[in-house]
């Protein structure tokens, strides 16, 4: 069921293969309704087309007419080359947000990535400098919102920079808001 005022559904996970992901796209978009789908990380995409351009672009086209709005996610430490997102962008299916999977670069390091890809990353609505997992150890958060400060200051070329709820909870995302970040992504329905 598709809780009421849901903005977006997200398709999480790592398909088996390009049909899988077709597969899961139909079905989401058949229960979705008039909500946005979005899904899946552009790297496992890449990667499920063994990175040939040719066939990256047919399976991004085929998510497009399967009914995917966005790509969900492309992670900033795992794509090394912008050429993908703007495939996806050319092809329809832009890439909603850049994130961070682990914690182990310096402050910056990410955001420094993103402010050098300039123009490739145009089409894409946010950038979420903090990981999407939990730390092994807890934070403080100073670290945090040093992070999402930095992110502020040296990403100009995408326009929000992003806080998961679901990973750090309200209080550091709402001191986050307070640090640059101006979007709070993953927020529960309920």
């Known amino acids: 069921a598709i809780p009421p005022g849901a903005g977006e559904i997200r398709i999480v996970g790592r398909p088996d293969d390009a049909d899988a992901a077709l597969t899961v796209t139909r079905h989401v978009r058949a229960a979705a309704?008039?909500?946005?789908?979005?899904?899946f990380a552009l790297d496992e995409l890449v990667e499920?087309?063994?990175?040939?351009?040719h066939r990256v672009a047919e399976l991004f086209a085929a998510l497009r007419e399967a009914g995917l709005a966005l790509v969900a996610e492309a992670r900033v430490?795992?794509?090394?080359?912008?050429?993908?997102?703007?495939?996806?962008?050319?092809?329809?299916?832009?890439?909603?947000?850049?994130?961070?999977?682990?914690?182990?670069?310096e402050a910056g390091t990410w955001a420094r990535r993103v402010a050098s890809w300039r123009s490739a990353v145009g089409s894409v609505r946010a950038f979420a400098p903090l990981p999407r997992v939990?730390?092994?150890?807890?934070?403080?958060?100073?670290?945090d919102v040093r992070q999402v400060a930095l992110a502020?200051?040296?990403?100009?070329?995408?326009?929000?920079?992003?806080?998961?709820w679901?990973?750090?909870?309200?209080?550091?995302?709402?001191v986050a808001l307070a640090f640059g970040a101006d979007d709070v992504d993953a927020v529960s329905p309920i």
Not at 134 to 143: D, H, K, L, Q, V
Request: a negative charge.
């Open 166 to 174: 679901s990973v750090y909870g309200p209080k550091l995302a709402q």
């Open 77 to 105: 430490d795992r794509a090394r080359d912008p050429r993908w997102i703007e495939l996806a962008a050319t092809v329809g299916v832009p890439v909603a947000r850049l994130t961070v999977t682990g914690r182990e670069a």
């Open 152 to 164: 502020r200051l040296l990403v100009d070329n995408i326009d929000s920079i992003q806080v998961d």
């Open 33 to 39: 309704g008039e909500v946005p789908v979005t899904g």
């Open 134 to 143: 939990a730390a092994p150890r807890p934070a403080t958060g100073y670290a």
């Open 48 to 53: 499920a087309c063994g990175e040939d351009t």
